[in-house]
């Protein structure tokens, strides 16, 4: 069974840094894209950012650029999503998601397997 586990939201000041996690099980984590998704409050999803299976191609969303960086750690099975400079839009519930595919891709309907989403929050 495919399990994503997201970990690290919180209470963060604008211009503040985070880092979530993700730990992931049950498949080949090495073979797979993955892919950091948000959702704002009353909002739809929002495609953040993917890496590819081996970690060397990353893609991000135009307004994560410069701010966000995507790495994996394929011997720890884990995803991470570094935020920097925060922003009160950048307030959201952030999923990390599986993908089919081993290449990068932005589209959510690539996406198979989602944790359960963990919330960060960008208030002072």
């Known amino acids: 069974e495919v399990q994503l586990v997201e970990s690290g939201g919180g209470l963060v000041q604008p211009g503040g840094s985070l880092r979530v996690s993700c730990a992931a099980s049950g498949f080949t984590f090495s073979n797979y894209a993955m892919s950091w998704v948000r959702q704002p409050p009353g909002k739809g999803l929002e495609w953040v950012s993917a890496?590819?299976?081996?970690?060397?191609?990353?893609s991000y969303a135009d307004s994560m650029k410069g701010r966000f960086t995507i790495s994996r750690d394929n011997a720890k099975n884990t995803l991470y999503l570094q935020m920097n400079s925060l922003k009160p839009e950048d307030t959201a519930v952030y999923y990390c998601a599986k993908s089919t595919i081993a290449t990068t891709s932005s589209l959510l309907v690539d996406l198979n397997a989602w944790g359960q989403g963990t919330l960060v929050t960008v208030s002072s």
């Open positions: 890496i590819n299976s081996g970690g060397g191609s990353t």
